[in-house]
């Protein structure tokens, strides 16, 4: 049992330190908030979370901070134990600054804001949010769309099962297990991922052009540890092999292929 634990141990630190440099940071900055929840002089929740009243042109900042900030110990590090996966393959596959742009971006905001439409305008609710769960089943819905190109069934029995429908089975299941969930957060996450996964969302996309200029105008692959450059994208700098054909030459979106919760 001791060798078992060790080796596990070793395997846990060698994978913590082959992450990307995006995924380290967001992982690093996330545990850095939920430390600055533990005081009390200022209310980082408060100042962060998705609240659909509390959203102005002063605090659109917030569809951005809400995926960074937790409620508690178990709600980070349990969204942080199934992003990291997910944010490593995406980082690898589409680089460090694709990912940055993305994921500060249109990945974010775009269900930030559908989630604010629904809740406040449709449900006429002011439930917040906060948590990494909308980025983790945001990729869920992204590799599902992927996984239905190459395998489109999954197969129980007699029953053929759409493998695009996994992300919405375990966002039930989690609604069913897990309380104080947001159930129409998670979807949102879904819905964006879907639409990421099909292509939809290509033209938001940072163009290569401008991407590599940056990368040589700052050298930042020599200056920066664990970068992926969009030239290094599948392969990457940790010879990671790819686990699906890309056919699209260009880079970020070709997949071709309280009332609080701890949502979103």
Request: contains cysteine.
């Amino acid at each position: 049992m001791p060798m078992m634990q060790s080796l596990t141990t070793l395997r846990a630190r060698s994978y913590g330190f082959r992450l990307p440099l995006f995924t380290r940071a967001m992982i690093v900055i996330m545990i850095a908030f939920w430390l600055a929840g533990l005081q009390s002089v200022w209310d980082v929740r408060q100042w962060g979370a998705l609240i659909p009243d509390e959203l102005s042109i002063s605090t659109m900042y917030r569809v951005n901070t809400f995926p960074l900030i937790h409620l508690n110990f178990f709600h980070a590090l349990f969204n942080i134990l199934a992003l990291a996966p997910l944010l490593d393959r995406f980082e690898t596959e589409f680089g460090t600054l694709t990912s940055l742009a993305l994921f500060f971006g249109p990945l974010t905001t775009i269900p930030a804001l559908v989630y604010i439409f629904l809740e406040k305008f449709i449900l006429r609710g002011n439930t917040a949010v906060m948590g990494a769960s909308m980025w983790v089943f945001l990729l869920l819905g992204a590799e599902a769309i992927r996984t239905f190109k190459t395998n489109p069934y999954l197969m129980i029995g007699t029953y053929h099962i759409p493998t695009w429908t996994t992300p919405l089975a375990m966002v039930l299941v989690i609604e069913a297990l897990i309380p104080n969930t947001s159930f129409l957060g998670h979807l949102c996450g879904v819905g964006t991922g879907y639409l990421f996964g099909l292509g939809y969302l290509k033209f938001l996309s940072p163009p290569e052009k401008a991407l590599r200029w940056i990368e040589a105008r700052l050298n930042l692959l020599g200056r920066l540890p664990h970068y992926i450059s969009v030239d290094q994208k599948i392969y990457g700098r940790f010879g990671v092999l790819p686990t699906a054909n890309t056919t699209s030459s260009t880079t970020p979106l070709g997949l071709i292929g309280s009332t609080q919760r701890l949502g979103p």
